[in-house]
């Protein structure tokens, strides 16, 4: 394995970019999704933290600059097509701006009862929508 | 919760996409990172199975529609930018069309050795690169 060779041959989009799905190593539970280019992997590596490429402010960010809300890498995986990022980390307090631990806090649809703000009580939504 | 009203609220990318995370429910494993336009999300909404956005093929696609490695939604999320997605899944079989239950196989860095198939015996390449 050569970390410098496989930063090179990921397969960047047309703005440099990478997608990173960036995962609570201990719970499983997927807290983000950010997008990297080569500088933000290559600090990240460097750092052992977080950073990424904010794609409205045109700039690296590290993750809880502000907030304190760091995230310490664990591993990284990247997918069969090499056009994708998993990132297993340790997040200090919660990775959402909103307060919430995980940025994916809002059910579109499902089966399930949730502890999400907006919860589906009735956890039959799905199978009401493939009915209507 | 509106659904409908939901997936005209999601932010589209240019390209009419927003990229969508699946994840196996049962054991929190993130299995792959594929992008839905409106057409598929609606039809995995009919349907209870994935259906994706193929950005070579320019087409919808089912996974599991040639392997039979079909995949049951459990639960949709979206992000408080609501410009992603999460999908919970029930995975049959595997997801990777190289025959291992995640796509994300393959350890760019990382502390702990691994199961994945370019593992690092060492467990230290992170430490090792932040000191090089």
Known sequence: MNIEKNIENLKYDAHGLVPA????????????LAYMNRESLAKTLETGVTWFYSRSRKRL??????????????????????DALLIKVEQTGVACHEGT??????????EKSAAAQ???PSGILLDLYQVI
């Open 118 to 120: 907006h919860s589906d």
């Open 101 to 110: 631990f995980s940025c994916f806090s809002r059910r579109l649809a499902g």
């Open 61 to 82: 960010w590290q993750k809880g600059e502000t907030s304190g809300h760091v995230q310490k890498v664990k591993d990284i995986y990247y997918d069969c097509d090499a």
């Open 21 to 32: 799905i960036v995962q609570d190593d201990a719970t499983g539970t997927v807290l983000m």
